[in-house]
């Protein structure tokens, strides 16, 4: 089955620093990937997705992420963090069995 | 305000017992997802219901059943509750598929003493 794995449980970067989160999958074939936002108290939110096609993949809020076959990754980028940009974000995969997975997720600090 | 409603928004319960949690999706929406997130075992999707019917299974214990009604809300059944069973449950809503944009309701969060 697919898996997801997100090695940073936790980072801090100062306001207006770039951002890289990082999320390796693991499945077979080229899997349809995610990345969630989740604001303390509130649900999650859909940043992006990658299904097929060009592996830069843009989103709302300032975001991106870039699909790399070789690295089994699809890391999250912001090139300037603002404040509410704290929060929870998680990656997530679905194979063909209709299974999404989530990572354990990346607690996001911002420094002012 | 993403447009999915769930009730109650907190849940205090034994264990043992048997509770249901309800999700309204969003307006047009005929796919609802449930999802199960707590410290132990993070983010779990459990099940998906499309236009009344199980169209997606994940990590659902034995334990919980769910159900879409004609209405297209739905009700996530959680019985012989455990204390593992505390956690935050989610319901999300899409046009179809999986794979579609999904979109969170608040939560329930569910504690079982």
């Known amino acids: 089955a697919q898996s997801v794995t997100q090695p940073d449980i936790h980072i801090t970067v100062s306001e207006g620093a770039s951002l890289e989160l990082r999320c390796n999958y693991s499945?077979?074939?080229?899997?349809?990937l995610f990345w969630y936002v989740q604001s303390p108290g509130q649900g999650l939110q859909l940043l992006l997705k990658?299904?097929?096609?060009?592996?830069l993949v843009q989103g709302i809020k300032g975001f991106e992420a870039e699909f790399k076959r070789s690295q089994s990754s699809f890391n999250l980028r912001k090139p300037s963090v603002h404040w509410s940009d704290a929060a929870e974000y998680f990656c997530?995969?679905?194979?063909?069995?209709?299974?999404?997975?989530f990572g354990a997720g990346t607690r996001l600090t911002v420094k002012p | 305000d993403s447009g999915v409603t769930q009730t109650p928004k907190h849940l205090i319960t034994a264990t043992g017992q048997r509770v249901t949690l309800r999700c309204s999706p969003r307006?047009?929406?005929?796919?609802v997802y449930w999802y199960q997130q707590s410290l132990d075992q993070g983010l779990q999707f459990l099940i998906q219901?499309?236009?009344?019917?199980?169209?997606a299974k994940g990590n659902i214990l034995e334990r919980f059943s769910a159900q879409q009604f004609p209405d297209l809300h739905s009700e996530l059944n959680l019985s012989s509750l455990e204390l593992g069973d505390s956690a935050l449950y989610f319901c999300?809503?899409?046009?179809?598929?999986?794979?579609?944009?999904?979109?969170f309701g608040p939560g329930t969060r569910l504690t079982v003493l």
């Open positions: 997530a995969v679905v194979g063909d069995n209709n299974d999404m997975r």
């Open positions: 499945y077979g074939a080229t899997p349809y």
């Open positions: 990658y299904f097929s096609g060009d592996t």
């Open positions: 307006s047009g929406d005929l796919s």
């Open positions: 219901y499309y236009n009344g019917e199980e169209r």
């Open positions: 999300a809503s899409s046009e179809g598929q999986l794979t579609d944009t999904q979109y």
